[in-house]
């Protein structure tokens, strides 16, 4: 007979069989004999400063890897803390697995010290959640929870545990496969559909590639390159879509939508042909939807079929595994090629390249330098708001899951946290998390965790004392009343030098590459305090609403 | 247009709230929604009528079945179906007029259940259109209560939505 375990001692031998290698959390009562199984597991755990902070490295780290990330709090304020990072994972479908102490089951549902109903509170924002009630059924609910987090459509998964399960004890059973009898995650397409989808590709004069989250989180990036390059067809990518095709590549459009570039922008407009890979027609994307792609029949790959027809309509759906789909599509096709159209879209990308001008310290300039300096390989988080719009535009990204953005909830305060996900997935690499002044102040706490973990993060600070993105937004739709968006900041400099980490200020042009070179170069965790142009604006724009053919600056 | 949808779901503590959640979450309109177990412990099966035109009932199909706990989803709207609904009224009846409730129950194959001093409660169990007939001929009287279970459906002959997880036909 195997001797009994606590539930504590059997959730890390699950996490374990998991491959979770690492946990990003923060201790409280009803976690304890969690922890007290943690002090003498092989498996890392990292104290984080804030348990949102937790969330979002665990993120960061799920983007960086493909693989699940994990995070943990106590009930209660703990449990809630998570919730942000969490509704973050689920707009931009990333394998989170969430772990919350719950107060004992006895105690549940009586307004108990510290007790939240977190499964109730996160069900909008999670794939699924789970309470487990019994530490017997605790080693099959962590199986459940990693399968339903990375499988189909990948998100986050929460497992709540109430004290008196993890300090239950029981003998650990090795769970069987996962039956989960209504949860059947697509692979393949439809095979009827593949030739119909070929045959509208074979009759396409304009076709362009719309590329989104899915190639990275499928890692179809491969299938993508050669798809493009057999039908001849440019390819524009979603935020989420940054890194899914090689920004260096000649059928390479950047971004489209609401900051994307105009060549991207205008070529979705008169195409006759979008094939749109595992993205989701966010109305930040399409602009307003009536005049979005008018002329285009649309091909749409999505693991999600209820993505279909949700916000546009779709002449031929492919539903299933993104990389799969694109292998049996691939399989269909014959070269082609649309010498006209290719040469209407090169003129388009000389007449109107991504540009500004160079009066004083500008943060484009100071992310082209990043570029040039890492020759694209650095891995690059992004806060919100004008920096995470000029990192997308400014910085050549050539491989999957360099580029992590909060996308769909957009949430200032993610950037830092999860740059500390990504350093940990990636320990030789050079990280960068490129913030404004107002989201790094929403988890600067993590400067102690950075420090106290040793990882050279490094934080390129656009400091222009606004909440630019919101200040923009005043400035061209509000006559400048700049109401309460001018945002006083502390020393970063200092601040950073006060948690022992390095602070840099740079407030000249020529003092950007210097920096940045000390800052890669630097052992420690750095914090650059770039002084830029106060009132830059992100160019071009498709004012809310609009359309892409009608863009601003 | 309304639709009758039959979901089969695992019969878990919060999946109701799970269903109901993405509905309100979602803007889609129940109109009525009825939950109970099936032949199989497990499994519990909601009939739920829903207002939608064809591109909203496709979602809320597809948002259900993204549910991991929603084992099967069927609109049996344009199905040959039977559906029934159950509701209890609690009816005025002063003396004088029970005589002319009871031949009105008896029209409509309903039955009186319980009778109070000034009040009787008529049970009727029929399709929607029946029991809103019957609420309409009583309501002069003066409803002082009214229950309805909401609709339920079942697929007639041998086509039929097994618990099981496979589906005998879709
Ligand atoms: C948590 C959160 N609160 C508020 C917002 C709304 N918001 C979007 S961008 C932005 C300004 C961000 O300012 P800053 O971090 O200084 O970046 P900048 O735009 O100046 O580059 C705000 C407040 C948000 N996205 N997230």
């Not at chain 1, 304009?206 to 989250?213: L, N, S």
């Not at chain 1, 309509?313 to 993104?322: I, K, N, S, Y």
Request: glycine share 10%.
């Amino acid at each position: 007979m195997k001797k009994k375990m606590s539930g504590g001692e059997i959730l890390v031998r699950s996490l374990k069989r998991e491959g979770a290698e690492v946990i990003f959390g923060y201790p409280g009562g009803s976690v304890l004999p969690i922890y007290d199984a943690l002090y003498d597991a092989d498996i890392q755990h990292i104290l984080m400063r804030h348990e949102q902070a937790a969330a979002h490295a665990a993120d960061g780290y799920a983007r960086a890897t493909g693989r699940a990330g994990v995070c943990m709090a106590t009930s209660g304020p703990g449990a809630t803390n998570l919730v942000t990072g969490i509704a973050t994972a689920s707009m931009d479908s990333s394998p989170l697995v969430a772990l919350t102490g719950q107060v004992p089951t006895a105690l549940i549902g009586r307004d108990s010290f510290q007790e939240a109903d977190i499964t109730g509170i996160t069900l909008p924002v999670t794939k699924h959640n789970f309470l487990v009630k019994d530490v017997n059924d605790l080693a099959r609910t962590i199986k459940e929870a990693f399968y339903i987090a990375t499988t189909g459509r990948p998100g986050p998964v929460l497992v709540d545990i109430p004290r008196d399960v993890s300090g239950g004890t029981a003998r650990y059973v090795e769970p069987g496969p996962v039956e989960l009898p209504g949860y059947k995650p697509l692979v393949d397409p439809d095979p009827a559909m593949v030739p119909a989808a070929a045959k509208l590709i074979a009759e396409a004069q304009r076709p362009v590639i719309y590329a989104g989250g899915g190639v990275v989180s499928s890692g179809a990036h491969e299938e993508l390159r050669r798809l493009a390059e057999l039908i001849m067809a440019p390819v524009t990518t979603t935020l989420m879509g940054i890194g899914g095709f090689p920004g260096n590549h000649p059928l390479s459009l950047g971004m489209l939508g609401m900051h994307g570039t105009r060549y991207a922008n205008y070529a979705v407009c008169e195409c006759d042909l979008l094939v749109a890979v595992g993205a989701r027609f966010d109305d930040r994307v399409t602009g307003k939807i009536e005049t979005f792609a008018p002329e285009a029949k649309i091909i749409h790959i999505d693991i999600d079929p209820a993505e279909f027809g949700k916000n546009v309509r779709v002449d031929v759906p492919l539903a299933g595994d993104v990389r799969r789909v694109l292998q049996k599509l691939l399989d269909a096709l014959q070269g082609a090629s649309h010498q006209a159209w290719m040469e209407r879209v090169d003129t388009w990308k000389k007449e109107f390249p991504l540009q500004y001008d160079t009066n004083g310290l500008k943060p484009q300039f100071i992310i082209r330098e990043l570029d040039l300096l890492t020759g694209g390989n650095a891995r690059i988080t992004t806060e919100v708001g004008q920096n995470q719009m000029w990192a997308a535009q400014f910085y050549t990204y050539t491989r999957p899951r360099s580029f992590i953005s909060s996308g769909g909830l957009g949430t200032m305060g993610f950037g830092f946290p999860a740059a500390i996900g990504v350093q940990v997935a990636c320990p030789g690499e050079t990280v960068f998390d490129i913030a404004g002044d107002g989201s790094i102040q929403m988890n600067i706490q993590e400067l102690a965790t950075v420090v106290s973990n040793d990882l050279p993060v490094n934080v390129a600070i656009m400091n222009n004392g606004f909440l630019g993105m919101v200040r923009q937004w005043q400035e061209l739709f509000y006559r400048r009343r700049y109401s309460y968006t001018e945002i006083y900041g502390p020393d970063f400099v200092k601040v950073a030098e006060a948690y022992g980490a390095e602070g840099i200020r740079v407030t000249k042009p020529n003092e950007v590459r210097p920096a940045l070179e000390q800052a890669i170069a630097s052992p420690k965790p750095v914090f650059i305090d770039f002084l830029v142009e106060r009132e830059e604006n992100v160019v071009p724009m498709v004012p809310p609403g609009g359309s892409l053919s009608n863009m601003l600056g | 247009m309304r639709h009758t949808l039959a979901v089969l779901v695992e019969n878990n503590p919060g999946v109701l709230a799970r269903v109901a959640g993405l509905f309100s979450r979602r803007g889609f309109n129940i109109e009525s929604l009825a939950v109970g177990r099936t032949e199989n412990p497990a499994v519990s099966r909601m009939t739920i009528m829903v207002e939608a035109d064809d591109r909203v009932l496709e979602q809320v199909i597809k948002q259900l079945r993204k549910l991991i706990e929603v084992l099967k989803v069927q609109d049996v709207t344009k199905e040959e179906h039977v559906d029934r609904e159950l509701a209890l009224m609690k009816v005025n009846a002063e003396p004088a007029k029970r005589a002319e409730i009871i031949q009105i129950v008896e029209i409509f194959r309903a039955h009186i259940v319980d009778i109070g001093r000034k009040t009787m409660i008529v049970e009727v169990t029929g399709d929607e259109g029946k029991v809103n007939a019957l609420e309409n001929a009583l309501r002069p009287f003066g409803l002082k209560e009214l229950v309805r279970t909401g609709k339920v459906a079942m697929l007639r002959g041998t086509r039929d939505m097994t618990t099981n997880g496979k589906e005998v036909e879709e």
